[in-house]
C-alpha cells in the first residue's frame, strides 16, 4: 500500500462549488503539506501543517482552507471553487526527526473546474 | 528571498546520449538542502536525491550523478546512457533553514526530458 494516498484521484467539478480533497499517510510524520501543480510553473505551496495544532499559510493561500484532523490525515477545501483552480494537487510529507526534512509525495488529484 | 532556476524547459536526447540537466539555486541562508523528483508521465512524484549545504560531496547511484557546487550555486544532475524509461519532468528543489524549518520547498519549474529510442 502506497504510504501516501490522496482521494480522489480525479474529480471535476463546476464553478462555485465546495470540494475537499483528502490525504492520509502511514509514513508516521508530523509535517504535511498541500501543493498545486500548473503546466510549466513547477510547484507552489497552499498551506502546510508542522502537527495538529500548527497550521502555516503557504505563498497562495488565498481561496483554500484546510483542517488537520489528525496526525495522519490533511485536508483541503476549495470554499468556492474557480476555473483558475483547475490543477493537479499534491500532498506532501516528511518527519521532523529527520534533519534533512525530506518531503514524499502523494500521488496527486487532477482537479478541473468547470 | 529563494529561487530555483532550470533554465533548460525542454530536452530531447536519444537513448545511450548521456544528458545533463542545470539546476540554480539563490538563497542567503548557509543552511539549506537541495532536492531532485522525477516526475513520470503517469504524474507521481518520485524523490531521487537531497544534498545539505554542508555536504559538496559528488554523489553516484547508478546512471545518475549529481554535481553540487555552491562557488556557482549549481546542483547539476547527470544521467549516463540515458533510456526511454527516464522519460519524465525532473525538478530540482531548495529548502532552507535546519530541518526545513522555514516549512516549504522551493521549486524550479522543471525540465522536460525525452529519450527517444
Known amino acids: 500500500d502506497a504510504d501516501v494516498t490522496q482521494t480522489p484521484r480525479n474529480r471535476i467539478t463546476k464553478t462555485g462549488k465546495r470540494i475537499m480533497l483528502e490525504c492520509s499517510q502511514t509514513?508516521?510524520?508530523?509535517?504535511m503539506y498541500w501543493y498545486r501543480q500548473d503546466p510549466g510553473l513547477g510547484l507552489q505551496l497552499i498551506y502546510y501543517?508542522?502537527?495538529?495544532?500548527?497550521?502555516n499559510k503557504g505563498e497562495i493561500s488565498d481561496g483554500y482552507s484546510v483542517s488537520r484532523q489528525a496526525q495522519a490525515k490533511f485536508s483541503l477545501s476549495l470554499e468556492s471553487a474557480i476555473p483558475n483552480q483547475t490543477a493537479l494537487y499534491f500532498c506532501?510529507?516528511?518527519?521532523?526527526?529527520?534533519?534533512?526534512?525530506?518531503?514524499?509525495f502523494g500521488p496527486g488529484t487532477r482537479l478541473t473546474v468547470l | 528571498a529563494q529561487k530555483v532556476t532550470q533554465a533548460q524547459t525542454e530536452i530531447s536526447v536519444v537513448e545511450k546520449e548521456d544528458v545533463t540537466l542545470d539546476c540554480v539555486y539563490e538563497?542567503?541562508?548557509?543552511?539549506?538542502?537541495l532536492f531532485w523528483y522525477k516526475q513520470p508521465p503517469s504524474g507521481e512524484l518520485v524523490f531521487l536525491i537531497r544534498?545539505?549545504?554542508?555536504?559538496?560531496q559528488n554523489e553516484i547511484s547508478g546512471r545518475y550523478s549529481w554535481n553540487f557546487q555552491k562557488s556557482t550555486s549549481s546542483f547539476n544532475f547527470t544521467i549516463t546512457a540515458s533510456q526511454v524509461v527516464d522519460s519524465a519532468v525532473y525538478f530540482c528543489?531548495?529548502?532552507?533553514?535546519?530541518?526545513?524549518?522555514?516549512?516549504?520547498?522551493?521549486f524550479g519549474k522543471g525540465t522536460k526530458l525525452s529519450v527517444k529510442p
Open positions: 506532501a510529507t516528511s518527519s521532523r526527526d529527520s534533519i534533512t526534512d525530506t518531503q514524499y
Open positions: 509514513k508516521g510524520h508530523d509535517r
Open positions: 501543517s508542522f502537527d495538529v495544532k500548527d497550521i
Open positions: 538563497t542567503r541562508d548557509t543552511t539549506y538542502y
Open positions: 544534498r545539505n549545504s554542508f555536504d559538496e
Open positions: 528543489a531548495l529548502s532552507v533553514g535546519y530541518g526545513g524549518s522555514q516549512g516549504n520547498l522551493i
